[in-house]
Every structure is written in C-alpha cells, then in structure tokens.
C-alpha cells in the first residue's frame, strides 16, 4: 500500500530542521529496520515559496501502523520539528511505479 504522510514544523523548528537535515535525509534513504520504501519526498513550503514549513512523503508499506513507527523514528519527530504529522492511505494511479516482475513468473 501507498501512503502520504504529511508533516507540519512546529513554530521556530527551522534551526533544528537545518541541523538535523543531514541525518533526517539519511534516515530517508535507508530506513534500515523499518519495512518502508520511500519514493519520494521534500519539504513543503509557505505560500509564498520562501521558507520550508513541514514534510511531504509518498512511502511504501504493508500496513499503516508500520509508517507510523517509520515516523516516529525520524530524526525530526524525535527533535521536536513536527507540530503534527498526518498518514493517509493513498492510491497512487497517475505515474505510478510499475510493479516488480517476478522471474519466476515470466514462462
């Protein structure tokens, strides 16, 4: 299943999001015990395209209490960046990626 998990910063979060950047982009891209697949991700930005004011993530999962465990293990949750952070389920129709073919099944 797909998922969207929006994240909104908390008021003065941007330093911490400067520090902890690096490691919160790591965190992203090798999930390590975590059975997520992130494809994609960015910061989302204030109306006027000037500062970065929360997270946006399209993962993939099993199930939605795995995302939130993904979450709650990101650097930023754990620094105190995210005033809230909402999961949805989503069904991603327009590019979406193509399913792994399976070798086995190709006779």
């Known amino acids: ?25 790591a965190h992203l891209r090798n999930p390590c015990n975590h059975r ?11 109306t006027q395209g000037s500062a970065t004011n929360g997270t946006l993530l399209i993962v993939e999962a099993d199930d939605i209490a795995v995302v939130s465990e993904f979450v709650a293990d990101d650097p930023y ?3 105190g960046v995210f005033k809230s952070v909402e999961i949805r389920p989503w069904a991603w129709t327009l590019g ?8 086995e099944n190709m006779n």
């Open 1 to 25: 299943m797909f998922f969207v998990v929006l994240a909104t910063d908390a008021p003065g979060a941007s330093e911490k999001r400067s520090e902890i950047g690096p490691i919160h982009r």
């Open 36 to 46: 997520v697949k992130v494809h994609l991700g960015g910061p989302m930005l204030t």
């Open 77 to 79: 949750s754990q620094a």
């Open 96 to 103: 979406a990626p193509q399913p792994t073919v399976n070798a």
